[in-house]
């Protein structure tokens, strides 16, 4: 079984306009809510690709219903511990997204966490989860009093024999990838961040500084290079991937679903090159999309033809 964790969910609030200015009015030309939080991405995609999976999280209010029942209408188990009764709401989030698809975020901080409220959490997902299931993390975590809850969370399951999945940022990351997650998937300045020194967007540099982290012992680190696509170290090897071309419409979301096609493929067992094309395939579609998640299947579908995948020889 797949699960998903998101300690900060949100609605995302996309405001379309023609072009952001600042300091004037800008006049909105549509308004949609979809689902936020990074974990919550990841189990819609994986729905649409048909796989079942369980969202743990914790939500507050009548925002955080919201985003509960957003997540059943997708058909996905919810096991979110949720609070009422006092004025703490789950956060908004606002996108601006421009005709010429440039994507400016305003995010809330988020609800300020209980050490309490984890507690809980924790103990439900013990309940739930069971050894050698997948467990993913994504997102930001800076609204929990326990930087590295993470880390925690997989030292409270560790004889589990749990995968894990970590794509987060910052302080988290460098923290988390000290336990040795089964897949990282940075993008060149959350890898710069983890080797300390900035890494040009140059294959052989970027190659270089994935294997200066195999102290982590991380058996699959994924670089998103956003339209340029992915250089990815697996047992087998390095691959580099290079998407389709598509007509993008904004790019919020697309790491997520990339995440959600990775994990699918090696949950169904396919071959790495394989794995590589869903990812990749889903998260193009995404770029077409005008929501913050999902995607069409079967636009996706159509695009794994065009995906190139090339074996690189550096180990």
Do not use: W
């Not at 308004?31 to 919550?40: A, F, I, S, Y």
């Not at 058909?75 to 698809?101: A, C, M, P, W």
Request: charged residues 25%; glycine residues 8%.
């Amino acid at each position: 079984m797949i699960h998903t964790l998101t300690l900060n969910p949100a609605i995302d609030r996309i405001l379309y306009l023609d072009k952001f200015e600042r300091n004037i009015t800008n006049r909105i030309q549509e308004v949609r809510d979809t689902l936020g939080g990074k974990g919550t991405h990841v189990s819609v995609n994986l729905k649409l690709l048909g796989q079942d999976n369980t969202a743990f999280g914790i939500c507050h209010g009548s925002v955080g219903t919201r985003v509960m029942d957003m997540l059943r209408e997708a058909g996905i188990q919810v096991e979110f511990d949720h609070y009422e009764g006092d004025d703490r709401q789950t956060r908004t989030n606002y996108l601006l997204v421009e005709k010429s698809t440039d994507c400016t975020i305003i995010a809330e901080s988020g609800v300020r966490l209980s050490q309490k409220e984890l507690d809980s959490l924790i103990a439900r997902m013990d309940r739930v989860i069971r050894p050698g299931d997948y467990l993913l993390f994504s997102g930001d975590a800076s609204n929990s009093p326990d930087p590295s809850i993470y880390n925690r969370i997989m030292h409270a399951f560790r004889d589990k024999d749990l995968r894990f999945f970590l794509d987060t940022s910052g302080k988290s990351l460098k923290e988390c990838i000290q336990e040795g997650p089964y897949m990282i998937k940075p993008n060149l300045d959350e890898l710069s961040t983890l080797t300390g020194s900035q890494v040009p967007e140059e294959d052989a540099s970027i190659i270089e500084a994935i294997n200066s982290l195999s102290c982590y012992q991380v058996p699959i680190i994924a670089v998103s290079l956003g339209g340029d696509g992915s250089i990815v170290k697996t047992p087998e090897g390095f691959y580099r991937v290079h998407p389709p071309r598509v007509d993008v419409c904004n790019t919020i979301g697309c790491g997520d679903c990339y995440l959600a096609g990775f994990v699918y493929g090696l949950s169904k067992g396919f071959p790495m090159e394989e794995t590589l094309r869903i990812a990749t395939a889903v998260s193009a579609a995404t770029a077409e999309s005008q929501l913050s998640v999902g995607y069409d299947p079967a636009r996706a579908n159509a695009l794994r033809s065009q995906v190139t995948i090339e074996k690189l020889s550096q180990v």
